[in-house]
């Protein structure tokens, strides 16, 4: 079974804090995403990366940034994180030839992220 | 870009049929996509669509008309498992899915 796992289920930090979440998939897989969930609002995308070391901005990209040094780990780095990031996190994978052909993203259990 | 529109709650009975309605506009169409969402866990995909027409899977069908930016998820002889969030997505430029806000399906007794 494909396995995307999310460093950590829940974050408190403080307003101004620097924030890592981390997502490992163990598929080998080209594409990951970073999205976030809020009610009402659905899931938006941050981030995706097609390859190491590729990165493109999502929907809602402004105050977040990501890293992918390594094909199985993608990072997403809030620089100063604002209450306005209280969020769930959810990191996602997907094979680069096969998202146009049945949009199988493969997501993990998400981040639940409160800033204070 | 993507425009993507769905109820955003409905309840139904247990053993009986639902219908969750999605309408989309998007250039260039390039398919659309069903997730289930449980409460609590990651979406976990359910089906995909390119093609007019209806696509079965045991329980759950989905139906597309491109021409008409609608499709809709039917899931037959509701079990209470059923309960969870559905959402509705179309892919974009890139390799990346946007997803509507979701429709939360509750299942009565």
């Known amino acids: 079974d494909v396995k995307v796992t999310q460093s950590s289920r829940y974050l408190v930090k403080r307003t101004g804090e620097k924030v890592f979440l981390e997502c490992v998939q163990d598929?080998?897989?080209?594409?990951m995403f970073w999205y976030r969930q809020d009610p009402g609002l659905g899931l938006r995308l941050i981030y995706f990366?097609?390859?190491?070391?590729?990165?493109e901005k999502g929907d809602i990209p402004e105050g977040y940034s990501v890293s992918r040094e390594k094909k199985e780990r993608f990072s997403l780095i809030l620089e100063s994180a604002s209450t306005n990031q209280t969020s769930m996190y959810l990191c996602?994978?997907?094979?680069?030839?096969?998202?146009?052909?049945?949009?199988?993203?493969?997501f993990g259990e998400g981040s639940r992220l409160t800033v204070l | 870009g993507q425009n993507i529109d769905q109820p955003t709650e409905m309840t139904a009975t247990e053993g009986a049929i639902v219908q969750i309605n999605c309408t989309y506009q998007?250039?260039?169409?390039?398919?659309l996509f069903w997730y289930q969402q449980h409460a609590g866990e990651a979406p976990t995909f359910l089906s995909y669509?390119?093609?007019?027409g209806l696509e079965e899977k045991g329980r759950f069908s989905s139906f597309l008309s491109r021409s008409k930016g609608y499709s809709y998820l039917l899931l037959k002889e509701l079990q209470m498992k059923d309960s969870a969030s559905y959402l509705c997505?179309?892919?974009?430029?890139?390799?990346?899915?946007?997803f509507g806000t979701g429709t939360q399906l509750k299942v009565e007794l």
């Open positions: 990366s097609y390859d190491v070391k590729m990165k």
């Open positions: 997505a179309v892919p974009g430029g890139g390799n990346k899915l946007t």
């Open positions: 598929m080998d897989h080209e594409n």
């Open positions: 998007t250039s260039g169409f390039n398919g």
């Open positions: 669509n390119v093609l007019d």
């Open positions: 996602a994978s997907s094979l680069l030839s096969r998202l146009a052909v049945d949009g199988e993203l493969f």
